[in-house]
């Protein structure tokens, strides 16, 4: 006879707490399960397919050569014509058609662009010269068929703010066989986002569905980031409870079976075994997936962030020190690379002109020199001694110039810059740094916090672990496996809300 008897509280509690997690699995299935199958389909073409973003190096790629033959104005110049008393954080130096013209960006986000040959500013564009710039950005291979004039985003510009162009565009329909859409900035007369029917076809089976991001929400971000955090956090609810019930229901009744679910109907079989094997899975990508919102606050802090960029820098941008003429810099540039664009950057409080051809071939210029020479990375020991200044008192654990990716700065899709200048700080919060050499800029920033969050949110939900990441096609096998088979679970899950809401009909109509 055994020594000890639970009390009979504590069966009936145990009893009860079983119930409840029954009943909170079985009804936030029966909300999400849709939703599930959806999220695990998605990500099968979010392998492959991303947000249809034109990035600047695509832009680059669609871009004439620059001609500064007629660039008669300075910075300074351009500024003073365009009546500016904002801070101006951005100048960029291209080609408005056959005019060279600077495009601006201040403080308060205002954006504007003159002409760089005579001083003119350019005024809202209108819809026949933004026509010409969208047939010329095809390279005349189409024509407009149609024109909207946007005054807040559409389906497709969600992305606006991280590319640093504002909402007011003329979106034109084009008359190619791909139906590709243009959109062109009234302010600054350039193209800031191209895709096609075919990218439009596959974000609505990848990203938009994944994201959570109809035009409606997208429109409000604040409320886009509360759905998206509760909608992930009842999932995170939702796969603990069932991988809990699973234990709950694993009984065995023969050893040598390796049978253990003791449900009779098949579809409830289905359920207990694919979760059973991918709940950890399911469960672990879906938290990463409420960590992709950073609900708790990891750091660093986004305001120090942004005063490291400007003590990095110097200060404002001082267009009085660019005292060599674009002209002359693009003289300079051209035997070298096919320039698309000219930036005015500054450095550790000198001016450079930065010439793109494309995002991986630049090359720098000091502008405060007549006889200066090109070249093509900042040296990193003035960089390394302007980071100690941001941590003063701290020692420096350790500097390097990576030529390739470590676990945080990363692409798997090797878009990111290379070489980056690495600062690993001795302070408290173990601050990395990460220096773009082409640019001289702070690329990224990472903290002890931050850290955790990136393996918390990308090595979870992705699993752009270092040694899989990069070794296709392991990685897409493994990735391949674990959305099946969540699939499997999130199909036979929707099965059974099906045969639920049947039933309650039948009830209902009897």
Known sequence: MPLFHPPIIFQMFIKQLKKIILLLHRYLGFVL???????????FVMMYVSYPTMKYHQRLQQLPAVNMDQCHLSAKQAITAAQLTDTVTIIRLGMLLNRPIYRIVTQKNKHLAVFADNGELLPEVDTALASQIAQAFVGGRSRPASVEKL?????????????????????????????????????????????????????????????????????????????????????????????????????????????????????????????????????????????????VDFGPDSGKILEEHKRLSGGP??????????????????????????????????????????????????????????FDIFSSNALTEQIQTFQPGQAIQDTVVMNSYDNYYYSRTYEKRLPVLRIRMNNPEKSWYYIDLKTGQLALKHEKGSRIERWLYHGLHSLDFGFLVYKRPLWDTVMWLLLFGGLLVSITGLVLTGKWIKRKAKKISS
């Not at 000219?342 to 020199?369: E, S």
């Open 317 to 374: 941008l001082n267009t009085s020190a660019f005292t060599l003429s674009p002209a002359q810099a693009w003289n300079v540039f051209k035997p070298l690379l096919t320039v698309k664009e000219i930036q005015l950057i500054q450095v550790l409080g000198k001016p450079y002109y930065l010439a793109y051809q494309d995002y991986h071939h630049t090359r720098l210029l000091a502008a405060d020199q007549a006889d200066g020479l090109p």
């Open 151 to 295: 005054t807040q985003i559409d389906q497709w510009m969600a992305a606006h703010r991280s590319q640093g162009y504002l909402p007011q565009v003329y979106r034109f329909k084009m008359d190619d066989l791909e139906k590709t859409y243009v959109y062109v900035s009234i302010y600054t007369g350039e193209v800031v986002q191209m895709l096609n029917a075919r990218q439009r076809f596959l974000a609505w089976l990848g990203p938009v569905p994944h994201w959570i991001y109809p035009t409606v929400l997208i429109r409000n971000r604040p409320l886009w980031s509360q759905v998206v955090i509760w909608v992930s956090l009842i999932g995170v609810i939702m796969s603990l409870t069932g991988i809990v019930m699973g234990f709950i229901r694993y009984k065995r009744k023969k050893k040598q079976s390796i049978a253990f679910s003791p449900y009779k109907k098949p579809w409830f079989r289905y359920h207990h075994y694919t979760g059973f094997v991918f709940g950890i899975f399911i469960f672990t990508w879906i938290l990463s997936g409420l960590f992709s919102m950073s609900p």
């Open 33 to 43: 399960s849709l939703l599930f199958v959806i999220w695990f389909i998605s990500g």
